[in-house]
């Protein structure tokens, strides 16, 4: 019987680029504000080198790329203010309607539903914030708050615990393949995988059930859901 299912946040339940991008746009009011710099010049510039580059060292990149307007400042100390500026920021992030219909659905099909995200706790807090998901799930966990990041399975048995579930009656729906489905199925969950953001080139583990998109996961979701009743009914 499926009791609960455990959703992974980022490129699961919206496409982390929507964050990066929101992040990038709060560096680039930060340096029009603070140096004078085009806001629309920085934002273009980010935007750009993230889609070709990805983000590593991308702000050493725009210091490099306007250091006649930052040279006043040190390269490092620059680095350190704008990484705090995309930290902190207040994310413009949103789901669609739809989504949290049907999260809704299945709490009403008295199906627990628990989020599992991994990274800095304040940027996922701030995720989840403006995502307005609090009131969707009835347990959320930051991976790194509780010193068990991902692929750590501690994670997933705590939530488990909060959600008063075990795990071979629990989903979980990720789109990592190492992070999110491998420690589930060591703790012999049946997984879903999301085949959005970074991770689509990566094998999944084998026997997986694969979804394009968030909206063909849920269709999935409610399949087992439907077939688990028509089989008990079945056996009554």
């Known amino acids: 019987m499926l009791q609960a299912i455990i959703f992974d946040l980022d490129d699961t339940l919206y496409l982390e680029k929507d964050y990066v991008l929101s992040g990038f746009q709060a560096v680039a009011k930060h340096l029009a504000k603070h140096y004078k710099l085009d806001q629309k010049t920085c934002y273009q510039f980010l935007a750009a080198h993230f889609a070709k580059q990805g983000r590593d060292k991308i702000f050493n990149h725009l210091y490099q790329a306007f250091s006649q307007q930052l040279s006043h400042k040190s390269e490092a100390n620059c680095i350190q203010e704008l990484v ?14 739809w989504v949290y219909k049907a999260l809704e659905e299945l709490k009403s099909k008295g199906i627990k539903l628990g989020l599992l995200t991994d990274g800095l706790p304040l940027m ?21 708050e509780i010193n068990q990041p991902k692929p750590s399975t501690l994670g997933i048995n705590y939530l ?7 795990a071979q009656n629990t989903l979980m729906l990720g789109d990592n393949p190492i992070h999110d ?9 049946p997984c879903i995988r999301l ?5 689509t080139q990566q094998k999944s583990p084998a026997a997986i059930t694969q979804a394009s998109t968030l909206k063909e996961a849920f269709a999935k979701i409610n399949k087992l859901i439907v077939n688990y009743e028509i089989t008990h009914a079945q056996h009554q």
């Open 84 to 97: 705090t500026v995309y930290r902190q920021h207040q994310p413009k992030i949103i789901l669609e309607t």
């Open 124 to 144: 996922q807090q701030n995720k989840v914030t403006a995502l307005m998901l609090e009131k969707h799930f009835d347990q959320i966990v930051y991976s790194w």
């Open 160 to 166: 488990l615990q909060k959600l008063g579930s075990k």
């Open 181 to 189: 489905l491998e420690p589930a199925l060591a703790l012999s969950m």
């Open 195 to 199: 085949l959005t953001g970074r991770f």
